[in-house]
């Protein structure tokens, strides 16, 4: 399942596109049509606890740790009205186009200074070296943290990451909540310090925002929102990009094809998020008893929206497994209906500036042989957890 899910994510949508599973102890949506009608019904199916699988109470020794910090409450995507909707109006003015838009020349600069690192090498691990901290560099300096606490963000965001994905011993968790509280605190002191000097940065807008709700966004709800924006920001972007780059790796006319007329890479990143599905799935409650795909659902269970089946449901998307960038259908990589991803435009133009910078910068452009493509251990989110890439050097291409 986490090498390619879809051969399985196929015969569930022939044989079975609603199903109940032990092991998840929850019904599995996998055809577009279904997932889609869930994701657009709020009303019925409820989005608390949608980011995990599991729900369990944390074991006494890390709920100490976690008690220090602030309570992980729904804030956002894990969140139904009235909650949500008043976070949601928060975080979308904060990340708004006239704001994402004024970044593009920083992004870019990144884009260009991370390949800096290590273009002379003419190989590269790519997921670490550029995937990753792309967007989560970019996502630190959007919210106006300054540049250099980057790195402890982003180990931050990796204990967050763990917290949330609940892998690992006891012992590991508890030093993961240690951080992760740290983190918590870190961001409420930023809150106060907006309070006290708002300036132009998104996290001025949320704070600002937030203060002039009635009442008034809590800290508790407002630092679970900021976690779930930057960690939101972070993983799928780099799932997005890293997929893209393998296809380009592995499609030398379609690089070329790309470098001659950039104006082809926004179709690329979205055929890029269909076949990858970064979040490859989340989850709802049923609010009341309800029919779907031939079975009933009771109010109470839950259910698996999984992303990754309806973009290859062939229904909608014909040969699904090849990668094709001329397709018309809207894929649901960003989901649908009330939740849709409030960070689609930045997403997207993210994974444009890589690819430019990509195309542009490393000719040649290649999978290492004999690697095998391993992803990331998670239910909720897919992406590479490493690749190695080849390209021509600048010293190779300047004498040729
Ligand atoms: C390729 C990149 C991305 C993918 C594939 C992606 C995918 C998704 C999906 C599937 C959802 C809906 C979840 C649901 O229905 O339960 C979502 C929600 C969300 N995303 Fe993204 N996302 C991406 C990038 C971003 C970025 C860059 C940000 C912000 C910095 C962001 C912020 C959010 C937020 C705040 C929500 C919650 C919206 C709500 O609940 O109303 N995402 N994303």
Redesign the pocket.
Known sequence: MLDDPRPFYARARAEEPVFWSDALAMWVVTRYEDVQAV?RDAARFS?IN?ISPVSVMPPPPLLEVLMQGFPVTPS??D?DPPV?TR??SL?TKA?SLRRIATFEPILRELAERLIDRFVDQGQVEFVGAFAVPL?GNF?VD?LGLPRDHLEQVDAWISHAAAIFAGHGTLEELVEHARHFVTFQHYLADAVRDRRQNPRDDALSDIVTGADALDPPLGMAEMINMLV???F??YE??A??ISAAAVELARDPELFAALRDDPGRIPAVIEES?RSA???HA?Y?TAKEDVELGGVTIRAGERLQ?A?ISANHDEERFEEPLRFDPGRTTPH?????????????P??RL??RIALEVITQRLPGLRLVPGQRLAFFPSATARRLAAVELAWDPPTTSASA
Request: charged share 5%; glycine share 12%; hydrophobic share 50%.
């Open positions: 994701a989005s949608s956002l995507v969140s949500h976070s949601r975080v990340l967007p996502i959007l779930q924006t930057l939101a920001g799928t972007t799932g997005m998020l599905s970064p979040i989340m709802r929206l992303f649901l990589a960003f989901g649908q209906g009330p939740h849709f991803c409030i960070g689609a930045l997403a993210e994974g």
